[in-house]
């Protein structure tokens, strides 16, 4: 990759904006279908899931702020991946977890049309539902392409525009329930069985995915080294915390029984009639919208920081690399981006792929952890060496605080592990086989090609 288009990245991304990308890669779809699932799985507990075992995801969260408070650049997993275990680990890093953010981004694309479709219902009839597909593509493309500022400008607007029905409704919702009632039937729920928790607690952890997204934006972000740990860990327990208020407002409003719509827009439609369901259903679309612009912002940022590191290399990679002269973005990785969503949502060819998105993202995630592991034992290998040359001692104390930093990425891992062990056989085996292209595609590049030597930068 030739070196002069490095550092044209604008930072363009201060501590609201970094918020914004996570709550959008969180709050997507997965809120208006999950309250009837969980209540389902787990009834009168379940909103008290999302406090347990979003607290156990915090873990993973604060690995993923102290990586990127240690690596402040682009890329997010693939840098860490190649800081950690070299250039093949960051290549098939970047290679399956690019797959996993592109099946989301067309998968969602499925999913807003399919709210859209709850108004305008030609929306999707086959030619319209194509139409749509493609305007929807183009929009994307154009928004990020136009610049970082327009396209968070962009994700301002809608963050507002799907918080705000949310807050009414919960506002609502509470100022009508009977409290003395509510808490009298409510204050002890019975704890399930162990079983039943897990497949609850697995609807949770999933519902917390895509906190990540801030971290490939390093490089475009202000501060990173404090705004993105900051970020991280306030929007993440503040998102836990909004969903133990939805799920506990629908356990006590819609209750166990599985609604003929989407939960919250039944949900809506209990507390403020028509009007109510009307709303909610375009803020799914809004939510939906915000889900895919945070997601395009980011994944088109892995293409790129994979050619700024030589991962791919030759004439692909000044093409990924490149950055527009005037709007300051990775163009053309975000047009390839675009485009291969668009193509996946059209063909449907995505729905295969997904089977193994989410498996994939928590193999990452558990490699990251380990990257943040292998730093923390080298630094604290370094301090003791340096304690040992100024004290003559083999090696100093060590405070609760760094014993509790020390202790977190092992809390962190056994949740990774063990989400990873809840998944199916069909996901490890497309997971396999999307490692097994990646391996390949490695060899192709950099062992059958003798002119393509990954450089170490």
Excluded at 158 to 168: H, N, R, Y
Excluded at 275 to 296: F, R
């Amino acid at each position: 990759m030739s070196s002069s288009n490095k550092g044209l990245l604008t930072k363009g991304i201060g501590s609201i904006g970094a918020a914004l990308l996570v709550l959008n890669g969180l709050i997507g779809a997965g809120i208006f279908a999950l309250p009837a699932k969980m209540a389902a799985e787990l009834g009168a507990f379940s909103p008290y899931i999302f406090l347990i075992f979003g607290a156990l995801m915090l873990a993973i969260v604060w690995c993923f702020g102290q990586l990127a408070a240690l690596y402040q650049e682009t890329g997010g997993p693939v840098v860490y991946a190649r800081k950690g275990f070299g250039d093949a680990a960051a290549f098939q890093t970047g290679f399956v977890y690019y797959l996993a953010r592109a099946t989301a981004i067309a998968a969602n694309m499925h999913v807003l049309l399919l709210y859209a479709g709850y108004i305008w219902p030609e929306i999707n009839t086959g030619s319209g539902k194509s139409f749509a597909i493609v305007v929807l593509t183009t929009a994307l493309i154009l928004v990020n392409i136009v610049g970082l500022k327009a396209a968070m400008r962009s994700l301002d607007t809608i963050s507002v525009l799907k918080l705000l029905p949310f807050v009414a409704l919960i506002i609502a919702g509470y100022w009508q329930l009977d409290f003395s009632t509510a808490l009298t039937s409510s204050a002890a729920p019975v704890i399930p069985a162990f079983d039943t928790i897990s497949a609850g607690a697995l609807l949770t952890l999933y519902a917390f995915i895509g906190f990540e997204t801030v971290v490939v934006t390093s490089g475009e972000t202000n501060s990173p080294k404090k705004t993105i740990p900051r970020a991280l860990m306030l929007t993440v327990s503040g998102i836990a915390i909004f969903y133990f208020c939805v799920q506990w407002l629908y356990w006590q409003t819609v209750g166990p029984e599985k609604p003929d719509s989407a939960p919250l827009i039944a949900l809506a439609n209990m507390i403020f009639g028509e009007t109510g369901a009307l709303v909610m259903t375009l803020t799914a679309v809004v939510s939906v919208a915000g889900n895919l612009l945070a997601n395009m912002i980011s994944t088109s940022r892995l293409t790129y920081s994979m050619a700024q590191q030589s991962l791919v290399p030759g004439k692909l990679g000044n093409i990924l690399g490149r950055v527009h002269n005037k709007f300051a973005t990775p163009y053309l990785s975000i047009l390839v981006l675009g485009l291969f969503a668009g193509a996946m949502a059209l063909s449907g060819s995505f729905v295969w792929l997904a089977i193994s998105s989410v498996l994939a993202r928590l193999v990452v995630y558990a490699m990251c952890v380990v990257v943040l592991m292998k730093a923390q034992q080298s630094s604290l290998r370094s301090a003791f060496q340096q304690s040992a040359s100024v004290q003559g001692t083999a090696g100093s104390k060590v405070s609760p605080t760094n014993l509790l930093k020390r202790l977190i990425p092992f809390v962190a891992f056994a949740v990774c592990a063990w989400s990873i062990a809840q998944s199916s056989t069909n996901a490890w085996l497309f997971l396999l086989g999307e490692l097994a292209v990646g391996a390949l595609l490695y060899l192709a590049l950099f062992h059958f090609t003798p002119s393509n030597k990954v450089s170490k930068g």
